[in-house]
């Protein structure tokens, strides 16, 4: 899958000899100098769950990998709307090209209200999951969820480095990928967690 990107991306490769691409958003980030400590306990790198597509989205986001986070998404299709209608999460709006009602693929997003953002163009939008060196506080299957279909089978929260306060992204995968990611809206690891009831990884204890 190609898609946009507003940075430019450079070819690397590791002490390892392992070659592949990273942002330059992610090159210039001193991540020698940010601090990795972490306002609660949070679960070792290594650890993994035994569903393969979880795994391979912790691995990804651990490898602090953008690119390949991209190509690995469970995307929705939605209808788009001519003009904006004032909803918590708007409709994606029609390009000149597309008439109204023209079936979109998006991926769904959340910060305080939903939005989406078409796969076309997915640029840089993951590019916030690995910033912060993420790691894993708890995982869960999704069963209930308000207002409908569940975005994801298993939802994955991830406490974030050097933060006061504990807050979590939370990113719902499926069989084929990511389906759904939440930056949250003031939401801390706890309460994140708190929407889980059959886990694959419990929170570690406080």
Do not use: K
């Amino acid at each position: 899958m190609e898609y946009e990107s507003e940075y430019d991306w450079l070819a690397v490769e590791t002490d390892e000899g392992e070659r592949g691409w990273a942002a330059t958003d992610f090159l210039i980030f001193d991540w020698e100098g940010f601090p990795a400590s972490y306002p609660v306990p949070v679960h070792p790198a290594e650890t993994r769950t035994g569903v393969g597509e979880v795994d391979a989205l912790i691995a990804t986001v651990h490898a602090r990998d953008a690119r390949t986070l991209a190509q690995n998404l469970s995307p929705s299709w939605v209808a788009c709307v001519a003009e904006p209608s004032g909803d918590v999460a708007d409709p994606p709006l029609c390009e000149d090209d597309e008439p109204e009602g023209t079936l979109i693929e998006v991926l769904p997003f959340a910060r305080c209200h939903g939005y989406f953002t078409r796969v076309e163009s997915i640029g840089d939008a993951l590019v916030p999951l690995i910033r912060y060196a993420p790691r894993i506080y708890a995982v869960f299957e999704v069963e209930d969820w308000p207002g409908g279909r569940p975005p994801g089978d298993y939802a994955v929260v991830f406490a974030l480095a050097g933060e006061e306060v504990s807050y979590a992204h939370t990113v719902y995968v499926d069989g084929s990928g990511i389906a759904h990611v939440s930056w949250g809206c003031g939401t801390d690891v706890f309460e994140a967690a708190d929407r889980g009831n059959t886990f694959l990884l419990q929170p570690p204890p406080r």
